[in-house]
């Protein structure tokens, strides 16, 4: 009986030929991975100034919905820490340095850091809230305001028809100024212990808009309806242009 060697049925060359023949179809998938991780280290190189920590902080603006109104306001330019936040809201208070009308980096007086010295008021104050279909501004100049006027014919000052709500009204004590062009409707309390104040309001779709500002800056009240004006553009962008009824 003959015994056939295990060698005789090996490959010829024996497994370091395999091998090479397997390495040699290998190499081209080594040089491609190599290739790949290079070019993946060069982009995280060029890239990493992106990743860096950056400290949470409260974002530049927020959008809100006030009465379903979107409206961009300034975070810093919010009073009231509770309303700083994101979506529907029913109100929010905010202030502007006037004329810069950027939010004030000085916190405005209150209970706490009220003296005696009053300082005087240099920014415009802003309530923006849902008005659920109450009677709107325009409304109260045409059939409200006019049953509390004074009798007395209007006077005229720089543009402005001045006229005096009488007294033993709900707004005793104040005066209703009105220009129609540029629009401009405001009832201001007069100077006593404290300085009068104006307020301006309008409607905007769901909400009502509130201006209050000095009396005093009535002599350029002009400047006052124009940077009016500016803020709502700012927070409404392109959905509002100037003398939009709504």
């Known amino acids: ?4 060697s295990a060698s005789s049925h090996r490959p010829s060359g024996g497994w370091r030929s395999l091998w090479r023949g397997r390495r040699g179809h290998l190499a081209p998938f080594l040089v491609s991975g190599v290739v790949g991780l290079s070019a993946i280290a060069a982009i ?10 950056e400290p949470p902080g409260d974002p530049s603006h927020l959008p809100v919905l006030i009465g379903n ?11 009231v820490k509770l309303q700083k936040r994101t979506g ?3 109100r929010v208070d905010l202030n502007f340095a006037y004329p810069s009308l950027e939010a004030p980096t000085v916190p405005h007086l209150n209970a706490e850091t009220f003296n005696d010295a009053v300082p005087p008021i240099d920014r415009i104050f802003l309530s923006i809230t849902a008005h659920h279909d109450a009677l709107g501004p325009d409304e109260r100049v045409r059939t409200i305001y006019p049953r ?6 209007p006077r005229v000052s720089d543009g402005l ?7 033993s009204t709900p707004y005793a004590g104040e005066d209703l100024f009105v220009s129609s062009s540029p ?3 405001v009832h201001c309390t007069r100077d006593g212990t404290t300085p009068g104040m104006c307020l301006s309001e309008r409607r905007i779709e769901g909400a009502d808009l ?10 350029q009240w002009r400047d006052v309806a124009s940077a009016m004006e500016q803020l709502v553009s700012r927070m409404r962008g392109s959905r509002f242009q100037k003398g939009d009824p709504r």
């Open 161 to 167: 028809m001045i006229r005096p709500f009488r007294d």
């Open 1 to 4: 009986m003959s015994f056939t």
């Open 44 to 53: 995280a190189y060029l890239l990493q100034p992106a990743w860096e920590f």
């Open 88 to 90: 529907p809201q029913e």
């Open 183 to 185: 629009l401009f409707v």
């Open 148 to 153: 509390y006027l004074d009798a007395n014919p």
């Open 69 to 79: 109104t979107l409206f961009n306001v300034p975070t810093k330019a919010v009073r």
């Open 210 to 219: 509130t201006f209050r500002f000095p009396r005093a800056w009535l002599v």
